[in-house]
C-alpha cells in the first residue's frame, strides 16, 4: 500500500523559507504514470494546487506562487521536497504531498493518494 | 487561474439524494474530462471519490456518481448516509501552464 509522508518544521517565521520533504514508500517515485505534488489548505478554507513534479525533474507551478515555489525530487532516498520562500501569515496552512496520475501526454486525471497533511504555521 | 465555482453548501435527509455543482470555463471544466471530486472529512486528507468526470475508484460506493455538461460538472450523492456528511471538492485538469485546479467546496449536511 503507498504511503506518502510529510515532513519538516511546524513553524516558520515571516519572509523566510518553508521547506518539507515528503517520502514515499510502498511504490516506487520513479513511475511514468505519476506525478508528485504539494497541496496546501489554509484553515477553514478550501483546497490549493501548488505544484507538482516528474521523477525526471520536470516541474509544473501554480502561477500564482511560481515566482516563490521550487519542487525537487531525490529519486535514491524516494522522496521529493518544497520550498516556499518569503512566506507570509497567508502561507499558514496544512500542507499535504500527494501522488497524481496523469496521461501518457502529461494531463492530470486525479489525486489518488495523499500524506496525511501536516499544519504550518507562519508566525513570529 | 481562478478557482472553480460550487455551492457553500448542500443538505438532505438520510436516504435522499444530493447534488453538487461545479462550475468553470472552457480551459478546464468544459475543455478536458478531468474532472474529479474528493470527499474531506474534519481533519481528515481529502479521498479520491470520482475521477474522469464518472469513474469511481475502487471501494467508493456506487452511490456516489458524476456528469458534465458543458463547463459545469456534477457529483450526485444517493441514498445519502450520515458517513457522507462532508466537505466536497471538485477539480479538473486545466492545461499546460496551470495543470490543476480545485473548487470553493460544497458542506454537504445529512439532516
Known amino acids: 500500500q503507498l504511503q506518502l509522508q510529510e515532513s519538516g518544521p511546524g513553524l516558520v517565521k515571516p519572509s523566510e523559507t518553508l521547506s518539507l520533504t515528503c517520502t514515499v514508500s510502498g511504490g516506487s517515485i520513479s513511475s511514468s504514470s505519476y506525478y508528485w505534488g504539494w497541496i496546501r489548505q489554509p484553515p477553514g478554507k478550501g483546497l490549493e494546487w501548488i505544484g507538482s513534479i516528474y521523477y525526471s525533474g520536470s516541474t509544473y507551478y501554480n502561477p500564482s506562487l511560481k515566482s516563490r515555489v521550487t519542487i525537487s525530487v531525490d529519486t535514491s532516498k524516494n522522496q521529493f521536497s518544497l520550498k516556499l520562500s518569503s512566506v507570509t501569515a497567508a502561507d499558514t496552512a496544512v500542507y499535504y504531498c500527494?501522488?497524481?496520475?496523469?496521461?501518457?501526454?502529461?494531463?492530470?486525471?486525479?489525486?489518488?493518494?495523499w500524506g496525511q497533511g501536516t499544519l504550518v504555521t507562519v508566525s513570529s | 487561474q481562478s478557482a472553480l465555482t460550487q455551492p457553500p453548501s448542500a443538505s438532505g435527509s438520510p436516504g435522499q439524494s444530493v447534488t453538487i455543482s461545479c462550475t468553470g470555463t472552457?480551459?478546464?471544466?468544459?475543455?478536458?474530462?478531468?474532472v474529479s471530486w474528493y470527499q474531506q472529512h474534519p481533519g481528515k486528507a481529502p479521498k479520491l471519490m470520482i475521477y474522469?468526470?464518472?469513474k469511481r475508484p475502487s471501494g467508493v460506493p456506487d452511490r456516489f456518481s458524476g456528469s458534465k455538461s458543458g463547463n459545469t460538472a456534477s457529483l450526485t450523492v444517493s441514498g445519502l448516509q450520515a458517513e457522507d456528511e462532508a466537505d466536497y471538492y471538485c477539480s479538473s485538469y486545466a492545461g499546460s501552464n496551470n495543470p490543476y485546479v480545485f473548487g470553493t467546496g460544497t458542506k454537504v449536511t445529512v439532516l
Open positions: 472552457s480551459s478546464d471544466v468544459g475543455g478536458y474530462n478531468y
Open positions: 500527494a501522488r497524481l496520475g496523469v496521461t501518457i501526454f502529461g494531463v492530470v486525471i486525479a489525486v489518488d493518494y
Open positions: 474522469e468526470v464518472s
